[in-house]
């Protein structure tokens, strides 16, 4: 069973930078997308980057383009968020997700990590 756990939400200041992770257990393949997403509060879900397990090959949301940098590392099996210049409408808890490459939506998810960004 695929199991996610994320760490390194914090409270930061407009402009800085907080590193989030993902541990990831249970995968059985390397042809999957590691998703960020997040929420704020009375707002939906919404798709913040990914790459892909395999290939390395990133996609990122239009919002954090430039800002945030989504890596895996192999040997530690855990999919990273480096966020940098951040502002405050970056307030959200962030979800890391799993999906298998063309098996559909993401299917796995993480707890949640909580990111504040104070103005």
């Known amino acids: 069973q695929v199991q996610l756990v994320e760490s390194g939400g914090g409270l930061v200041q407009t402009g800085g930078s907080l590193r989030l992770s993902c541990a990831v257990s249970?995968?059985?393949?390397?042809?999957?997308?590691m998703g960020w997403f997040r929420q704020a509060p009375g707002k939906d879900r919404e798709f913040v980057a990914r790459?892909?397990?395999?290939?390395?090959?990133?996609f990122y949301a239009d919002s954090v383009k430039g800002r945030f940098t989504i890596s895996r590392d192999n040997a530690k099996n855990t999919v990273s968020l480096q966020m940098n210049n951040l502002k405050p409408e970056d307030t959200a808890i962030y979800y890391c997700?799993?999906?298998?490459?063309?098996?559909?939506?993401?299917?796995?998810w993480g707890q949640g990590t909580q990111v504040t960004v104070s103005s």
């Open positions: 997700a799993l999906k298998v490459i063309g098996g559909g939506p993401y299917n796995y």
């Open positions: 249970g995968r059985t393949s390397s042809s999957v997308y």
């Open positions: 790459i892909n397990w395999s290939t390395g090959s990133t």
